[in-house]
């Protein structure tokens, strides 16, 4: 009898555990598949941010790198190391023309400058802006925004409606409005760089003017607008048998530019489209600026053409600004 109450009370006892564990390992195991679902759900999230992440900083690096036309210092020897390995006679050539800029010359540092049909506007406008240079005495006897229609209606200049904006290749009865707004974001930038007095202030806004693409190209054509009103006054005086500089004779002399017309028609309206500045533009630019832009051709290292400048023999004492090249089509900016 005692046996039988034992074996009863085990028998309820076992039927009582399992069925609490039925119910126990069943929640448990809901509990088990959840915590698994819930787990791989925030690592497929995490997975996702993070290669969504990943994707957005690599497109801002992207986009701000492409935009970024002019680079930060970088050590003068260390970047003729990089670019001109080898035992090539140019490659001899430019490493012996790089020490000859960092020892005799002073030059510790170089910014590239992207490289593209604007590139010699950049180099020297990017200087003009950082150095705070001020206006050309010109500039500040006469409002330049006024110019696009002073040209048509004081000298008669219908033709500048065949004016070419660079890559743009815009003509027609806007050409006035499109110059007077290029010509005008000139002047107020150039007024607010010239108004900065602290150096580091000044570098840190060309970082964020010489990023944006679309600003930039408008003051590139504000300066080849300026160059061909230049040529235009200049060919007016020498019609009056007025003495005029040396380089606009020589200018006017080419079959190709005769006169501004013809200048612009034939080299102005390429600029930033198919090609640089020519040497000759170069003496335009620096004369139209009144900067003296001496540059360091290192293609040309021991022969006398290795240093020149732009003008010759400026007329007044100009604030010089420096370039160097490897080839006469691409510009860097020298940091002494």
């Not at 950082?130 to 110019?147: A, C, R, Y």
Request: some cysteine; glycine content about 6%; hydrophobic content about 40%.
């Amino acid at each position: 009898m005692g046996n039988d109450q034992i074996h009863s009370w085990t028998l309820v006892t076992n039927q009582a555990v399992e069925s609490a564990w039925r119910v126990v390992g069943g929640s448990l195991m809901l509990a088990v598949g959840f915590l698994t679902a819930t787990l791989c759900y925030f690592r497929r999230l995490h997975l996702c941010l993070g290669h969504w992440l990943k994707w957005w900083i690599g497109y801002l690096q992207r986009k701000f790198k492409r935009n970024l036309s002019v680079e930060a210092e970088v050590d003068l020897l260390s970047y003729c190391a990089r670019e001109w390995k080898g035992d090539t006679p140019r490659a001899k050539l430019m490493r012996k023309a790089y020490e000859e800029l960092f020892w005799r010359h002073h030059i510790k540092c170089v910014r590239q400058v992207k490289r593209d049909n604007y590139d010699a506007l950049r180099s020297v406008l990017f200087q003009i802006f950082s150095q705070g240079l001020s206006f050309p005495s010109w500039m500040k006897e006469k409002d330049i925004v006024k110019l696009p229609e002073k040209l048509l209606f004081s000298q008669g200049c219908n033709w500048i409606q065949q004016y070419s904006f660079g890559p743009e290749k815009y003509t027609g009865s806007n050409v006035y409005g499109k110059l007077r707004k290029c010509v005008e974001l000139l002047k107020t930038q150039w007024t607010e760089f010239s108004g900065i007095k602290d150096y580091h202030q000044r570098g840190t806004r060309c970082n964020v003017l010489f990023s944006d693409a679309m600003l930039e190209y408008k003051l590139y054509e504000a300066l080849k607008f300026i160059m061909l009103y230049h040529v235009t006054e200049v060919y007016e005086q020498m019609k009056a048998n007025k003495i005029i500089p040396r380089l606009f004779r020589l200018l006017f002399s080419r079959e190709t530019s005769t006169d501004p017309l013809s200048f612009m028609m034939n080299h102005l309206n390429s600029v930033g489209d198919t090609c640089g500045l020519e040497q000759i533009d170069m003496f335009i630019l620096g004369y139209s600026l009144e900067v003296k832009i001496k540059v360091f051709r290192l293609f040309k290292f021991n022969s006398r053409d290795f240093t020149v400048c732009y003008p010759e023999e400026p007329l007044r004492e100009w604030p010089e600004i420096s370039l160097l090249t490897e080839n006469d089509h691409h510009y860097h900016i020298p940091v002494f």
